[in-house]
């Protein structure tokens, strides 16, 4: 009985897909769900240095990835380098599969893993920030299975205001890399120090 069972749960595993998870890379080293940049905590962090993100009208774009040199297999890599000049990689494992980050871009994007040597997505020449989705795209007979890109443009709303530049940046994403979630509490402590940053002060000084 125990034998039959075993033979039974082997064929199972042997004909059921199992995927991995979607999986996000920033320079290299894979972060969680929870550690990924979203709009909602950089956009109170701005707020805090008397700032603001604003959407950008009519910046919404779409572009996919095309991965036909696969046959549309799944996983599908998309790489991509921020204004900041951190790397990310994204990996689709399943149909299922839907990430939404946030980034600092400029007036064009490059994207690579599909089958052309790049795709571009062009923006509005005030976009600072971008907030992108990765979702699985299903082929047809005459279109190989993909990853589509959804693209919106943000602009600062103050210019000259308090502003995130790299060393700021990259603090975030290193508390998020040591399992910082990036809203509330951290937020917080952030925009403290910009507040200090602003007024011409070094951090921890009276």
Do not use: H
Request: charge should be negative; hydrophobic fraction near 40%; aromatic fraction near 12%.
């Amino acid at each position: 009985m125990i034998k039959t069972s075993a033979l039974c749960l082997l064929i199972f595993m042997t004909f059921v897909n199992i995927t991995e998870a979607l999986k996000v890379f920033r320079n290299g080293k894979v972060i969680s769900r929870e550690q990924i940049p979203k709009m909602e905590g950089l956009r109170d962090l701005f707020r805090a240095g008397n700032n603001d993100l604003v959407y950008i009208e009519g910046s919404r774009t779409y572009d996919t990835l095309r991965y036909g040199d696969s046959d549309g297999q799944l996983p599908f890599n998309v790489t991509f380098t921020d204004r900041l000049a951190n790397n990310w990689k994204i990996v689709i494992n399943s149909q299922s599969d839907d990430v939404t980050l946030v980034i600092p871009t400029g007036t064009q994007m490059f994207w690579f893993g599909g089958d052309a040597s790049r795709t571009r997505t062009g923006s509005d020449a005030q976009t600072s920030w971008a907030q992108v989705q990765f979702t699985y795209q299903p082929g047809s007979w005459w279109k190989a299975a993909g990853v589509r890109i959804s693209f919106n443009g943000y602009k600062e709303a103050n210019a000259g205001e308090w502003s995130v530049d790299t060393a700021r940046w990259n603090e975030i994403l290193d508390l998020a890399k040591k399992g910082v979630e990036i809203t509330g509490a951290v937020m917080d402590q952030v925009a403290q120090g910009a507040a200090i940053y602003a007024s011409g002060g070094a951090a921890g000084e009276e």
